[in-house]
């Protein structure tokens, strides 16, 4: 985690990206893991919720970030909690109100988006010290890297477990769907799979990094 | 085995249904306390402590909000109710039972808003257990998680003196580790159904 | 000074024992089990290859366990169980199982049932799909479900079973027929090996057999079957005599399923069990007691991978808690003269 | 920062200062959520009612109109009527009014959770017309085949469950057996490889039938004139 | 829980080994003397505790017997010239088979020293008082024959409030190729009882056992033929297992008890000593002379002339090996037993007191050695074999990642007594008492630092 700005941040494209990578809060992080791995047996659902929490985000970000001279310390995460789940209810009744179905898909992980440390830590770590656009630009990005993060294991998952991406069907109509894809262990196996990968690269790009300063040496 | 009986409910919370292993409820603090036993330990109760608590107060606000037909306004009720009854029986705790508290003490705090037990508050409601029910239901359910807690904290352990490699050390051999637990549980589908 | 089996030995008398396994395998299902034990085993062995090479290890072929892990894998799997996701299977036991851990010595669950339970997640049906033994032509024509195209859905059996028309078979295993139909098949019978079920798993006095020669040469705990069987009949037995029309006898229960199987040569892998005897003692009792619960009051017919796997895991609390008492630190026994 | 610390200097409390915004935010919070209640929930309601509507529709062949019923120790009464609990039942009619079927819920235990269906039964031909998953955790490829599985399905279109004579139960239990031993129509042909879920239908149906059934038919006046 | 009793296999302890013995080849060979090395190397530390300070200067004449040098401390003991001849050097450093090397004084023979002691002063043990008994044993300079060269004397006054009722004399001998205590006990009986006798009435206690594995029968035989009337002594067969010549566990073989961990047998009333110990004070003392020379079991396939050696101490490895006709150029030459003894690199050191043994391995009897080392497979044979109870294979693995401090407070490190049972069991071949020793040293220089 890089050190947290103390000082009001100028809005920088960087303030967009750090939360959709360097800082992602799921591959990083690694908060916020049980929605992402709950919801991801399909891109639809990863979708639903990766916007469905953007939009908690952003909206508490928004007015943490408006309040943030009003809040006296010793009651902030009181607050900060009472906004995040009122926004959270709004998402809930409105995706109730859009689909049943994808409301009965989600399950009770709209409501538990209150519980996501990641709204919380923006919340009081972000917004709080920051002014209104540059919150909102970094809800936005830690929105989009937690969307992204679903996505990959959606994606994964759906592919892999069902043999479709959004419902279309990918492989051939013969293709036998790896059913444990979509069950609980997929999920722990393909985030897992996932941590794997990046350590790979990363420990690949130090190796060379390393090489290459031997070899100048 | 009848669906509705306590000892159902609190199998399935505890093993079939397995809050961390199958509903993947808690994993912030099942990832990050499972790194040595004795921690584990005094995590799986503490939360074991809040489970019982937060399921009482839910079905308390939930039978005033029903009888006051506010619904809407459950989740933010939930939360802080269950943040600050935590918060009352931890300074009682503290009063009463230092001992208790220091074991318990530092956990407290972290795990009142976490989705373990605001997902038992949610899912009590949602399956319209009664009172008795809901006890069985948040006891199980912080057995399983602390079942779940140990054996991940006994296997962390076990791998510290293994010959890892650089790769796979770290949070995705937490992750497989936490995958091959749950394809482990996968065993106990269906216990307690009736199938003859 | 040193005159002592080394791992390899271990190891390598483990493989001897596991060949007449396979022999009666492909005895009794023709190539098809032959084809199946092969991929398995080829499969574990590139895939060890290949995660040594990653690693920058030297590789470990050469200590045999991996030839264990694919054999053991080949015998849990049912005979028509298609090629592809044998290698599957394979690729996930010794990777997911093993490699990912540090290779020989630091998996903590068994590897070849770690790759079971996997394709047995994925492919749910495949693997509950079961071909009759001693299917006439069983040498010279493939199960048409074997030969299923790598990632594409084997095709039904059923209409190959039809034709192949062994008398009476039902598609389901003794254990099977028990739970839903009621009907026990005769010990003799499990016995022999004249009954549906995984390649390896049918004939349990050969399996017995062949533990017990491990068990002799001290290569294997004899305590670990020991304490499986104990824990079956202390669990089974009372369930059987309370109602003996619905609950099976404890000799049926140690006889049929990949019990023998599991018990002889899986629940005693040393690297997934506790190291002392006493908590040996209660790995086992809690495997057999679990197998049979899961067996009778579960939604599958079959538990024993089950139990091991979750026995493997609770390795490490077992060993925490029977812990050896060391000479000399309490016990009553200073007191004495 | 600085902000922060202005607000907590005298000459107001700090513990004015919380109450008034803790209070405020909460007041902030309610009046949104209420606001957002009241704007969705015709539309939540209408949504659930066409859920409903689809499902009773779909497990009782032809309905056009239906109305809720609750079985319970008053009798039967129309659901808006009752005020002890009982069982919630859908009678559907016809686009003429003609009492088509009834439908309700059921539930049993699965193969990893529990299943909960709709399913329509006809009191003309004392048969189920119908049923729809509701609720089931079911591996999917597999047991979760109880849902769409047209096969399967097909079961459900004309179920034998006649009462026995006495009227207080059903004449035939109904019962899963293995795939392709179907021999009278009040078996039900199991799924292959999924023979857990199956028999959970089965016996569902046929512990909610004993119970249900009998009543229905006593109270089938009341349900055929519609209240 | 007496009855328990019953079910416990009599005059053994539980876990241990069974290598092979190949005590065949030596132990029906006589005592044999050997000849003097033309130069003799004395370290001035050949036992545990403070190192002796030299009396004597380069140059000077010195006559075999004569004290060479004074204890340096309580746990210390002098050393006498194992021959006649003139000292060349004083603290000249030598090499020992333990590594570091050491001062040591070095004589030259004269061709024409005898065998015969020079330096005499009768006395009579029966007149002496307990006290004066423990000073006569401290003049000899004798430290524990059985391989610990733990000074004796010190032995023989036990810590304050601790009264010694059992001396265990320790017969077992139960290092594979080793049988020099056999045949003291067979050739020595009576000094050997002589020095019983002694140490009873040093230490005021009214009971002795003297433990014989029962692959040696016949010195059972023999030594009950001639115990003593007049005293409590027994004599008992115990199981032939490795390692039950180790003192804790004879005790618990010969009387079912345990020495508390961390504890010396003092702590529940008992003594333990060697019977070639006995044997040489039986002999020693009444003449008030001191220990110059010991019972060494010279075997192994590589040597043309395996049998028991009565060597001056101070005798160069590679002359005695000279004598033995040893092929050493493709051989590893250990001292002491296979299991505890320490192999050497160079054929220089000297013949100390509390080696008993040289033991000559061809290297295709190493063959286990230099297998690739595996990692724990966990088959838990160490544990099966660990005399104490200890869990080998988590000290192993804790040792792997270096966390000593948890081997120490979790699993009872300080224990283990480095019998090697475990190293010798591991089928990963892995080097677990070394690893302990280490591991030990690491701990001990922690604690030190701190
Ligand atoms: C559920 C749970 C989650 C935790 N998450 C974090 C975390 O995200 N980051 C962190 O630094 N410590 C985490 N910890 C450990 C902290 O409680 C740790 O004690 C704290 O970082 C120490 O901070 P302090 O030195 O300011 O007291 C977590 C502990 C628990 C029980
Ligand atoms: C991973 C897995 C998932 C399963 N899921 C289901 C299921 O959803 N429904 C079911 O009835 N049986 C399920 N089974 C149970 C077996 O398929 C069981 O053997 C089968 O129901 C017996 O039916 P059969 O007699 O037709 O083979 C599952 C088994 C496994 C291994
Ligand atoms: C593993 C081990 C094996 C031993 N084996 C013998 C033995 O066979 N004979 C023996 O006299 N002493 C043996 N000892 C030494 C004894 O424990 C004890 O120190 C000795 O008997 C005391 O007598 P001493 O001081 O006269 O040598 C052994 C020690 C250990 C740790
Ligand atoms: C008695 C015995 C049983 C074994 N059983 C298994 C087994 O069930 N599965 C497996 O993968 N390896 C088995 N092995 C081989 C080996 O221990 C295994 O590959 C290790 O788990 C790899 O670290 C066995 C070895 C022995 C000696
Ligand atoms: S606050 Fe919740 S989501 Fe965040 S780390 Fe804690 S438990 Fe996990
Ligand atoms: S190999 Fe040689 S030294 Fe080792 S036990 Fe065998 S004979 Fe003895
Ligand atoms: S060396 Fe130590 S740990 Fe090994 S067997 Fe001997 S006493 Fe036990
Ligand atoms: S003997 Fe070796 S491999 Fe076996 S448990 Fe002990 S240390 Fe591990
Ligand atoms: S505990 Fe972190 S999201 Fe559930």
Request: aromatic share 8%; net charge neutral; hydrophobic share 50%.
């Amino acid at each position: 985690m890089s050190a947290l700005p103390n000082r009001e941040e100028k809005i920088t494209l960087d303030t967009f990206l750090r939360g959709l990578w360097e800082e992602n809060p799921v591959f990083v992080m690694l908060l916020g893991l049980c929605p992402v791995l709950a919801v991801t047996n399909s891109t639809m659902n990863a979708i639903a919720m990766g916007l469905a929490t953007t939009f908690v985000l952003v909206a508490s970000s928004t007015l943490v970030s408006l309040l943030r001279r009003v809040i006296p310390k010793q009651v902030r995460i009181a607050t900060y909690i009472i906004i995040i789940a009122t926004f959270v209810t709004i998402v809930d009744y409105v995706i109730q109100a859009i689909s049943l179905d994808l409301y009965n898909a989600l399950g009770a992980f709209i409501q538990l988006i209150v519980a996501n440390c990641v709204i919380l830590g923006r919340a009081e770590a972000y917004a709080s010290k920051q002014r209104v656009g540059a919150s909102v630009v970094n809800a936005l990005g830690m929105g989009a890297g937690f969307t992204v993060a679903l996505l990959c294991l959606g994606t994964v998952r759906e592919l892999l477990g069902a043999g479709t991406i959004l419902g279309f069907q990918i492989f051939s109509a013969n293709f036998e769907p790896w059913v444990v894809m979509i069950l609980p262990p997929g999920g722990f196996f393909v985030l897992g799979a996932w941590l794997l990968l990046f350590e790979y690269l990363k420990q690949r790009k130090e190796r060379k990094l390393l090489d290459s300063e031997g070899a100048i040496s | 085995m009848d669906p509705n009986s306590l000892t159902f409910i609190f199998l399935n919370a505890a093993l079939i249904n397995n809050f961390v292993l199958a509903l993947f409820l808690g994993l912030c603090p099942f990832l990050g306390v499972s790194a040595k036993r004795e921690t584990a330990w005094n995590m799986g109760l503490a939360t074991m402590f809040v489970m019982l608590v937060s399921s009482v107060s839910a079905y308390a606000i939930n039978w005033m909000l029903t009888e006051l037909e506010i619904e809407f306004l459950r989740l933010i009720c939930y939360i802080a109710v269950i943040a600050s009854a935590v918060q009352l029986v931890e300074m009682t705790v503290k009063k009463f039972s230092p001992a208790l508290f220091r074991a318990l003490g530092i956990f407290l705090p972290l795990i009142t808003t976490n989705c373990a037990i605001l997902g038992l508050a949610l899912f009590q409601t949602f399956r319209e257990y009664d009172f008795l029910q809901s006890l069985a239901f948040s006891l199980g359910a912080g057995a399983g998680f602390t079942l779940a807690l140990m054996l991940m904290a006994g296997l962390r352990e076990k791998l510290e003196l293994a010959r890892v490699p650089s790769v796979s050390r770290g949070a995705a051999m937490s992750l497989m580790l936490a995958g091959l637990l749950s394809l482990a549980f996968m065993g106990f589908a269906g216990l307690g159904g009736s199938h003859a | 000074m040193k005159k002592v089996i080394s791992v390899g030995q271990i190891m390598r008398n483990v493989v001897y024992a596991l060949l007449p396994l396979c022999a009666w395998a492909v005895y009794q299902f023709g190539i098809s089990a032959l084809a199946l034990i092969l991929v398995t085993t080829l499969s574990c062995a590139l895939t060890e290859r290949f995660f040594c090479w990653m690693s920058g290890r030297p590789t470990t072929l050469s200590d045999f366990s991996v030839i264990i892990t694919g054999l053991l894998l080949a015998l849990t799997l049912p005979p028509g169980f298609p090629l592809w996701m044998g290698a599957v299977a394979g690729f996930i036991a010794v990777g997911l199982g093993k490699s990912l851990f540090g290779g020989i010595g630091y998996n903590v669950m068994n590897p070849a049932l770690v790759g079971r339970a996997f394709v047995q997640a994925a492919f749910p049906v495949a693997i509950t799909t079961w071909t009759p033994a001693f299917a006439p032509g069983r040498f010279v024509e493939f199960i048409p479900s074997t030969l299923a195209l790598p990632f594409m859905s084997p095709v039904d059996t059923a209409d190959w079973v039809k034709s192949h028309a062994v008398d009476g078979f039902t598609g389901a295993t003794p254990l099977a027929l028990q739970k839903f139909e009621r009907i026990t098949v005769d010990s003799s019978d499990l016995l022999f090996g004249m009954v549906a079920g995984s390649a390896g798993e049918t004939a349990a006095l050969l399996i017995f057999l062949c533990g017990a020669y491990l068990a002799l040469r001290r290569m294997m705990d004899w305590r670990i079957p020991a304490a499986v069987f104990t824990g079956v009949v202390l669990v089974a037995l009372p369930f059987h005599l309370y109602q003996p029309e619905a609950f099976p006898s404890p000799l049926f229960m140690l006889l049929s399923g990949g019990l023998m199987l599991g018990a002889m040569f899986m629940a005693s892998d040393m690297v997934g069990s506790p190291l002392t005897a006493r908590g040996v003692w209660l790995y086992g009792l809690l495997i057999g007691s679990l197998t049979v619960l899961i067996r009778l009051f579960g939604g599958l017919t079959e538990g024993v991978m089950y139990a091991i796997l979750v026995a493997n895991a609770l390795t490490p609390l077992i060993d925490s808690i029977t812990q050896p008492r060391v000479y000399g630190t309490g016990g009553g026994k200073e007191a004495r003269s | 920062m600085s902000g922060v610390e202005q607000v907590q200097e005298p000459p107001r409390t700090p513990s004015f200062a919380m109450l008034r915004t803790l209070g405020g935010v909460a007041m902030m919070a309610g009046l949104l959520v209420v606001l957002v209640f009241q704007v969705t929930k015709p539309i939540i309601e209408e949504n659930k009612r066409i859920a409903i509507e689809k499902a009773v529709f779909r497990v009782v062949p032809g309905a056009a109109s239906r109305k809720d019923f609750v079985l319970g120790a008053e009798g039967l009464l129309p659901a808006a009527e009752a005020q002890a609990g009982g069982e919630t039942i859908y009678a559907a009619y016809d686009a003429q009014g003609a009492l088509l079927g009834v439908a309700m819920e059921a539930a049993a235990t699965g193969y990893q959770d529990v299943i909960r269906i709709l399913y329509g039964y006809n009191p003309a031909c004392e048969c189920v017309t119908g049923i729809k998953v509701l609720k089931m955790a079911e591996t999917p490829g597999l047991g979760d085949k109880i849902a769409f599985d047209p096969e399967f399905l097909k079961n459900f279109e004309a179920l034998d469950a006649r009462l026995a004579p006495g009227r207080d139960g059903l004449l035939n239990e109904i019962v899963a057996v293995k795939h392709g031993n179907k021999t009278a129509p009040w078996q039900v042909d199991s799924i292959s490889g999924a023979t857990i879920s199956s028999k959970a239908i089965a016996r569902m149906i046929n512990q909610s039938g004993q119970r249900m059934f009998p009543l229905i038919m006593r109270h089938l006046d009341r349900l055929r004139a519609g209240g | 829980m007496g009855f328990i009793n019953l079910f416990r296999k009599h005059n053994t302890f539980s876990h241990g080994i069974h290598p092979l013995e190949h005590k065949e080849s030596t132990a029906g060979l006589k005592i044999r003397r050997l000849p003097f090395a033309p130069r003799m190397v004395v370290p001035l530390l050949q036992h545990r505790g403070a190192p002796a300070v030299a009396l004597v200067k380069p140059g000077q004449e010195v006559v075999r017997g004569e004290p060479i040098a004074e204890p340096g401390g309580f746990v210390s003991v002098p050393m006498h010239a194992p021959v006649t001849g003139r000292v060349k050097a004083v603290g000249e450093l030598v090499p020992t088979a333990e590594g570091p090397k050491t001062p040591a004084i070095v004589i030259d023979t004269y061709e024409a020293s005898t065998q015969q002691v020079l330096f005499d002063s009768p006395r009579d043990p029966a007149r002496l008082t307990p006290e004066q008994l423990v000073e006569a044993v401290r003049e000899t300079g004798m430290v524990g024959l059985g391989g610990a060269a733990f000074p004796s004397h010190v032995k023989l006054l036990p810590p304050k409030g601790k009264k010694i009722d059992l001396v265990v004399i320790n017969g077992c001998e139960c290092e594979p190729y080793l049988t020099c205590d056999h045949r003291v006990m067979l050739e020595q009986t009576g000094k050997m009882l002589a020095g019983i006798r002694m140490v009873m009435r040093a230490l005021g206690a009214e009971r002795a056992i003297i433990g014989v594995e029962d692959n040696k029968l016949d010195a059972v035989e023999r030594i009950r033929a001639e115990l003593p009337a007049d005293l409590d002594i027994r004599c008992e067969a115990v199981e032939t297992k490795y390692p039950q010549g180790a003192e804790k566990l004879l005790i618990t073989s010969l009387t079912g008890r345990e020495v508390p961990s961390g504890g010396i047998p003092a702590d529940i009333g008992i003594a333990v000593y060697n019977v070639g110990t006995m044997a040489q004070l039986g002999d020693l003392v009444p003449r008030g002379r001191g220990l110059i020379e010991r019972v060494v079991t010279v075997s192994g396939h590589g040597v043309r002339h395996p049998g028991n050696y009565l060597v001056p101490i101070g005798t160069p490895l590679r002359f005695l090996l000279e004598q033995v006709e040893a092929d050493v150029g493709a051989c590893e030459v250990v001292l002491g037993g296979p299991m505890m003894g320490m192999s050497t690199a160079s054929l220089d050191v000297a013949i100390t007191k509390g080696v008993s043994g040289v033991v000559v391995f061809e290297h295709r009897e190493q063959d286990g050695l230099d297998r690739p080392v595996f990692p724990c497979i966990k088959c838990s044979a160490c544990l099966d074999a660990c005399p104490l109870h200890l869990n080998p294979s988590m000290l192993g693995q804790l040792a792997g990642v270096r966390d000593y401090a948890r081997m120490e407070q979790e699993y009872h490190l300080n224990d283990c007594f480095e019998c090697g049972s475990c190293s010798y069991v591991c089928p990963s071949n892995i080097p677990l008492t070394q690893y302990f020793r280490i591991a030990k040293a690491v701990n001990r220089e922690t604690r030190e630092t701190a």
